[in-house]
């Protein structure tokens, strides 16, 4: 279960960027989660029920903010490692994806979930996940080419 | 970049852990929200499951249930699985248009226009003076919610927002935001949330009200009371209150004696005040004429543990 709070609390934190954001989507998820849990089918495994409400509450409140006041790069980064530890090349490289291609690499990367699985989370065909995760990795490798050039 | 994969991965693994207290309060809300005992076998092995979680993911954080959460937002309404034991049942008094409550960082709101919030976190809130918008701080925000319950704007702030003051006419708002340093800036943003501008940092943690005219904003600073004059997509400052300043502080305490209650908001009205009271375990809300004995309850949250002052509104 500590594998529960761990993952959705990064995947809020590398989907919003914000810290106040990510505390919000995991407050919110996992009160959405346990006030539902009378109407969870206990044959189904827990995790992507949970992390379908996390990746789906992050892009909501993204999505939102981002109309209203627009997102960071630099406060991503401050949220994700104000001491400036681990990999900040490709934390910077992360900031720089959309929400929605950033959601799909932290579902496929940090979930371990397969694309059939993350389609179904985002309720999106399996395709449009293929190619968001395909274009995310472009720009990915671009950029950690050219900062490690 | 073969290791590309691998490379990501691990950079999203080594992001930063939530703080203790975060972990913490979401256990405790989960713990809040998870099925009451069932009858049925199937429904213990889940209440367990909820139960496990929110021990695991607190680390032993207590479990204890504080309030029911019901948002009704316009027609939309959220409700919880929980029977609602401790429900509020928050009502507008006769010819008001909006009531807001504040207590223990949970808003309880109606409105004639249809908006009813129960249990949404925030750490400000007021009603527009028509009793259309409310303003609410919400962590390091302050957004502006419409008629119809949603959310109209959203302002991004350096600090959590304590407090919350409609102008009357033009539509301003003036309010308190907590700065990384500890100090308390005052704010003056329009009413579409447009030019959202600094007055005075370094202010008292009172909330700033609007001269009746709507055209001065009264704040306090340095033991006494500032004035500021806004103007529309202008940056002004602050400046020492004159002679008509300070007379008529709306929202200064008045303490009202209730037998074994302790005092902890209080707003002025029209035609009196709203004000809330705590005793017996229970935050009670009254509303009425002033006088010894006089006021009518409004709300009764029982069990509620909500610390602190409670910020009340009325229009």
């Known amino acids: ?149 | 970049m073969p290791d590309l994969d691998d490379r990501i991965g691990r950079a999203l693994r080594g992001l930063p852990d939530a703080a203790p207290n975060v972990r913490e309060r979401v256990a405790r809300r989960a713990g809040d929200l998870a099925p009451s005992p069932p009858r049925s076998m199937r429904g213990r092995r889940l209440a367990l499951a909820g139960v496990a979680a929110a021990a695991v993911i607190g680390t032993g954080a207590a479990l204890a249930g504080t309030g029911a959460i019901h948002v009704t937002v316009g027609s939309r309404t959220q409700p919880d699985a929980r029977p609602a034991s401790p429900q509020t049942g928050l009502s507008l008094p006769p010819r008001a248009h909006g009531i807001a409550v504040l207590a223990g960082g949970r808003l309880h709101l109606r409105t004639t226009g249809g908006v009813g919030i129960d249990g949404l976190r925030a750490t400000a809130a007021e009603i527009s003076p028509n009793a259309l918008y409310v303003a609410l701080g919400q962590r390091r925000s302050l957004t502006v919610l419409s008629p119809s319950g949603r959310r109209a704007w959203t302002q991004a702030t350096a600090g959590p927002v304590v407090a919350v003051s409609w102008a009357p006419y033009p539509v301003w708002i003036g309010y308190l935001v907590i700065l990384p340093d500890g100090r308390v800036q005052l704010r003056v943003i329009e009413g579409d949330g447009d030019h959202d501008r600094p007055v005075a940092t370094g202010v008292a943690r009172s909330r700033p009200y609007w001269s009746q005219d709507g055209t001065r904003l009264y704040f306090a600073q340095d033991g006494g009371w500032m004035t500021h004059t806004p103007s529309v997509g202008r940056t002004d400052r602050g400046g020492p209150c004159g002679e008509s300043c300070g007379v008529a502080e709306p929202d200064r305490v008045r303490q009202l004696r209730r037998e074994g209650a302790e005092q902890v908001g209080f707003s002025r009205t029209t035609d009196g005040a709203i004000w809330a009271l705590r005793r017996n375990g229970a935050m009670e809300v009254w509303w009425g004429p002033t006088r010894p004995g006089g006021g009518k309850a409004l709300l009764v949250m029982r069990g509620t543990s909500a610390p602190g002052r409670v910020q009340v509104s009325l229009r």
């Open chain 1, 1 to 149: 279960m500590e594998l529960h709070w761990d993952g959705a609390w990064r995947a809020a934190l590398a989907i919003t960027g914000r810290t106040a954001m990510a505390e919000d989507v995991a407050q919110d998820a996992f009160e959405r989660a346990f006030a539902a849990l009378g109407r969870f089918d206990e044959r189904r495994p827990f995790a992507p029920w949970l992390h379908r409400i996390v990746v789906n509450r992050a892009l909501d409140l993204v999505r939102a903010e981002r109309r209203l006041v627009g997102l960071d790069e630099a406060a991503a980064l401050q949220a994700w490692g104000p001491d400036g530890g681990g990999d900040r090349d490709a934390l910077t490289a992360l900031a720089a994806l959309s929400a929605e291609r950033r959601a799909v690499v932290v579902l496929r990367h940090l979930l371990g979930y397969s694309p059939p699985e993350i389609a179904e989370i985002l309720g999106v065909p399996v395709g449009t996940v293929n190619s968001r995760l395909g274009r995310a990795l472009t720009e990915l490798r671009v950029a950690l080419e050219v900062r490690d050039a």
